[in-house]
T-cell receptor, first 118, second 109 residues
């Protein structure tokens, strides 16, 4: 298992364009998270999937952002009509099923997709 | 409010010196805390979690609910410990992580 995989690693686009990122979690991990990280800050939570269901979205996730996990495996994050403020590192993380009494399994992160808006 | 504070952006020590990276949290529920580390050109990875009460790479962290702190400590720093360290609080039914802004540890020879 190569861990969480994200594609592309870098994306440069013009303001107003749409972009889509992909995340392949560790196989059999049922939980998937998207975070955004800007310079000098820690990652900030965007959204959470359990299997194919999107169960939580941050207020940071404006209407221009949409995420899917259609078959409970890979996930996509789309940003429509990109703005300068969307420039950031977008991180995906996954975690596995509960083990015994411990429902909170550690999250494993991908390398991220760095988005630059011109 | 749910918040994690790491007051130091940069901590510079000499090899062999003790290290303490500070982390304070604000959370009304029962906290579950983690330390993540990011080495140069590598992905964010879990270093340790408070419920495990284990030592990883010589690092330990004790949850102090009275002081709402989860400081990371190592008695003798090594050059390979140089990295970015993030304290994180897991909250809610999603177990989403709330991160501090990170502390860069620089261990000088």
């Amino acid at each position: 298992d190569t861990g969480v995989s994200q594609d592309p690693r870098h994306k440069i686009t013009k303001r107003g364009q749409n972009v889509t990122f992909r995340c392949d979690p560790i196989s059999e991990h049922n939980r998937l998270y998207w975070y955004r990280q800007t310079l000098g800050q820690g990652p900030e939570f965007l959204t959470y999937f359990q299997n194919e269901a999107q169960l939580e979205k941050s207020r940071l996730l404006s209407d221009r952002f949409s995420a899917e996990r259609p078959k409970g495996s890979f996930s996509t994050l789309e940003i429509q009509r990109t703005e300068q403020g969307d420039s950031a590192m977008y991180l995906c993380a996954s975690s596995g099923r509960s083990r015994g009494l411990n429902n909170n399994q550690p999250q494993h992160f991908g390398d991220g997709t760095r988005l630059s808006i011109l | 409010a749910q918040r994690v504070t790491q007051p130091e952006k940069l901590l510079s020590v000499f090899k062999g010196a003790p290290v303490e990276l500070k982390c304070n949290y604000s959370y009304s529920g029962s906290p579950e805390l983690f330390w993540y580390v990011q080495y140069s050109r590598q992905r964010l990875q879990l270093l340790l979690r408070h419920i495990s009460r284990e030592s990883i790479k010589g690092f330990t962290a004790d949850l102090n609910k009275g002081e709402t702190s989860f400081h990371l400590k190592k008695p003798f720093a090594q050059e390979e410990d140089s990295a970015m360290y993030y304290c994180a609080l897991s909250v809610g039914s999603s177990y989403k992580l709330i991160f501090g802004s990170g502390t860069r540890l620089l261990v000088r020879p």
